[in-house]
């Protein structure tokens, strides 16, 4: 059996097994000549194209594009889909029914129309979208059409080489343990491609569009809280980018809804296009990604700019400062202003709101818990990954009012017909927000870094940032599972020459007090997640991240009270404390 194989490298006995079927099997003849290419010319590309199969974490199934197990192709996105099937079948017994979206990706439209044709195939009555869609639409779209399940095939900001599988459940939300688990395991019973289905059954495919966009577009507009009727706040000047993806095919008509005409779209990134020849990485957290809306801004004295990535769930944000100057806010900040403006509004006295709660994930801001503590109202906090806001929503559903959710990584929701991450609707009422506090104030020009420095003198400065190792291939796994090892059986009791008081371990679900030598138990699902608090209130938190190839260090410090007058310096010690605190994590 191909015995040229064994000449050029070794790899494990497993991983040449499913070299050796893909070889040998029913693939097409495309698919074995470049297996044979990366034999003679990178062998180690190979073994990492074949060491494992993709799974599912937490933003569901996303790799590389190529030929192999752990990459996507037509047949694990086969597979994939003959598994989810297979779970409706069992468990969807009569009129089973799925939806389908998918981005701008390379190979989005053709895994899209793949799934169709396996899920019809399988008797399921299948709704796709005619073109590029958002992915919070197809969580609207899941209970709008009375879906049991979605598919949104995208890979969110990762790089163009990435593509992924989403899949949703009958509440519009990502799945969670155990049903994530429960169709994985269907997946892996897929083990030879003749075990699917692939032929189209025409009837049962239909294609929608914009019907369902009218009907979503009704509801992104009922979530305005006080659009403002002046002039001066119609015209704010707002540039909008979708980085080449699905944005442009919502979000400048929900904010013209909103009332905004004085859009700038950046042109050269309004053409969906999944090589995103404009940025190196399409992701709004990233400064480059900005930065043709940055200077289009700069160039039309813009207020406002939105950005959203290629699946529109996450937006990234820039405003004009006092200084005149175009200033990114994190997705700490804009998810800081985004909960004080709506629960200002919502829970205005008069309103008469049950039982409201927000969300918050771990690694977020703890101001928010804080801004939600001086309403009296529940701040509900989860494990990251917006799917898990989501499961709250629909836990609490019935008996309580959600209102708002975010995470630190710029993803937002407001109200709950959708049930994952929002960018059309977050870009409405970002817009919003700055035209409301730009009429409202006294002198009609109150700014948003000015009320963000309110709501640090009220609560107090909070400060947080991220640190990514990226750790590719399988040798970068092993890595990372040894560097957690290594944290949880070695933590530390201190960091940057401060006493760690506390340790979470969400894994074992358990938490240790060292200043009371006591240990209990954590009331959140079981995840490979460690945070450390520390003596001066500051925190660290470290966890893989479930959708790349990386480990994860979230930092958190803050100043009780700060003075105006003193906020600008207090902000440049709180960063470099940061950076102190990054240096040391390193050297543990």
Not at 49 to 69: H, K, N, P, Q
Not at 420 to 439: F, G, N, Q, T
Not at 459 to 472: T, V
Not at 502 to 507: A, C, E, H
Request: proline share 5%; hydrophobic share 35%; aromatic share 10%.
């Amino acid at each position: 059996m191909h015995s040229l194989f064994s000449k050029f490298f070794s790899m494990e006995d497993k991983t040449s097994l499913r070299v050796e079927k893909w070889l040998s099997g029913e693939y097409d003849q495309e698919t074995k000549d470049e297996i044979k290419r990366l034999q003679k010319e990178d062998p180690k590309a190979l073994e990492d194209a074949f060491y494992c199969d993709l799974e599912f974490g937490t933003g569901g199934m996303r790799g590389i594009i190529g030929v192999g197990t752990n990459r996507m192709n037509k047949y694990t996105v086969g597979a994939a889909a003959q598994g989810i099937a297979n779970f409706m079948k069992a468990t969807v017994p009569e009129n089973p029914r799925i939806v389908i979206s998918y981005d701008s990706r390379i190979m989005s439209r053709e895994f899209a129309q793949i799934s169709a044709d396996i899920f019809s195939s399988n008797g399921i009555q299948t709704f796709l979208f005619d073109d590029i869609r958002p992915t919070p639409e197809l969580s609207f779209a899941v209970r709008e059409l009375k879906c049991q399940a979605g598919v949104m095939i995208t890979a969110s900001h990762n790089p163009k080489e990435y593509n992924g599988y989403k899949v949703y459940g009958d509440d519009g939300g990502q799945l969670v343990p155990p049903y994530d688990k429960m169709v994985l395991e269907e997946v892996k019973k897929v083990t030879d491609i003749k075990m699917i289905s692939w032929r189209r059954k025409a009837s049962l495919v239909k294609v929608i569009g914009k019907k369902i966009d009218d009907v979503y577009l009704k509801n992104v507009r009922s979530l305005s809280l006080h659009i403002p009727k002046s002039e001066k706040g119609k015209n704010l000047k707002i540039v909008y980018t979708p980085l080449h993806g699905t944005g442009i095919a919502l979000v400048p008509q929900a904010l013209k809804m909103y009332g905004f005409n004085n859009v700038t779209i950046v042109e050269p990134q309004a053409i969906p296009d999944g090589t995103f020849p404009t940025v190196v990485y399409p992701n709004p957290e990233e400064h480059e990604a900005l930065k043709m809306a940055l200077e289009c801004a700069d160039k039309i004295q813009a207020d406002l700019v939105l950005a959203t990535d290629p699946d529109a769930d996450r937006v990234g944000i820039a405003v004009r400062n006092s200084a005149g100057e175009m200033q990114l806010l994190n997705g700490n900040q804009t998810a800081t202003l985004l909960f004080n403006y709506v629960l200002e509004n919502r829970l205005k006295p008069g309103n008469d709101v049950k039982n409201p709660f927000v969300v918050k994930t771990i690694v977020t801001t703890d101001l928010l818990r804080d801004i939600a503590l001086n309403y009296n109202i529940e701040c509900c906090e989860v494990l990251t990954g917006f799917k898990y806001i989501a499961e709250t929503i629909r836990q609490y559903e019935g008996s309580k009012t959600y209102l708002v959710g975010g995470e630190e990584s710029y993803g937002y929701l407001v109200g709950d017909f959708v049930r994952d991450k929002d960018a059309v609707s977050a870009c409405c009422l970002i817009a919003e927000m700055a035209a409301c506090y730009r009429v409202t104030h006294r002198d009609g020009h109150r700014l948003l870094t000015e009320v963000l420095d309110d709501i640090y003198c009220d609560f107090g400065l909070y400060q947080e940032g991220l640190l990514s190792l990226s750790k590719k291939g399988k040798d970068g796994l092993k890595e990372i599972q040894d560097m957690m090892s290594r944290f949880r059986s070695c933590p530390p009791k201190e960091i940057a020459g401060i006493p760690v008081v506390k340790m979470n371990d969400v894994l074992f679900q358990k938490y240790y007090d060292y200043r009371y030598e006591t240990n209990g138990i954590l009331n959140l699902p079981s995840s490979n997640v460690l945070q450390f608090f520390l003596k001066d209130g500051s925190k660290v938190t470290v966890r893989p991240s479930g959708t790349e190839p990386k480990i994860k260090f979230y930092f958190s410090v803050m100043c009780p009270s700060p003075k105006r007058a003193t906020i600008a310096e207090e902000k440049l010690k709180l960063a470099e404390k940061i950076e102190v605190l990054k240096k040391a994590i390193l050297s543990l």
